[in-house]
């Protein structure tokens, strides 16, 4: 079996990541839970840290561009432990694809792979990220 590229906290920092993107999709589906939500997004952020780093990570955020993404996202965290879940997921969610949306093309190219189902999978993300490719990557 070939050996992983990433350090130790990066592989933690991956399943932390998934974790929250589990805990997230878990949320939605119990109906906007706002416990589960306020889990995933934890999770989801200091997985984020543990793999590019705590300088990057606040970089990343802190850019002109993404400053709009970066607002919304905060805002929608601030929503969902307010017990406005619903709002606060929507305003997240349009925060992620402004912060994100520079690589879905570059996830599509991975996910395009998958057998059957792939070459959809990447239609769909190049469609949402606006066919940039590997513009502005974090790391």
């Given amino acids: 079996m070939p050996t992983m590229w990433l ?3 990066q ?3 991956v399943a932390f990541c998934s974790g929250g993107g589990f805990f997230l999709v878990g949320g939605v589906i119990m109906f906007f839970d706002r416990a589960m939500l306020a889990m995933g997004n934890i999770l989801f952020l ?4 543990l793999i ?6 606040a970089i990343f955020f802190a850019r002109r561009q993404k400053l709009k993404g970066t607002a919304a996202f905060a805002v929608g965290i601030i929503l969902i432990l ?3 879940p619903l709002v606060g997921f929507l305003v997240e ?6 912060l994100f949306g520079d690589f879905f093309s570059t ?3 991975f996910a ?6 792939g070459p959809y999978i990447q239609q769909a993300l190049d469609r949402a990220g606006g066919g940039r490719r590997n513009a502005e990557l974090p790391v």
Avoid: A, C
């Avoid at 200091?46 to 840290?49: A, K, M, N, R």
């Fill in 7 to 9: 350090s130790d906290s």
């Fill in 112 to 117: 395009g792979n998958i057998p059957v189902v």
């Fill in 52 to 57: 590019i780093g705590l300088q990057k990570t």
């Fill in 93 to 98: 969610l349009y925060g992620i694809f402004v």
């Fill in 107 to 109: 996830i599509g190219g």
């Fill in 11 to 13: 592989k933690i920092g």
């Fill in 46 to 49: 200091v997985g984020l840290t």
């Fill in 82 to 84: 307010l017990r406005w």
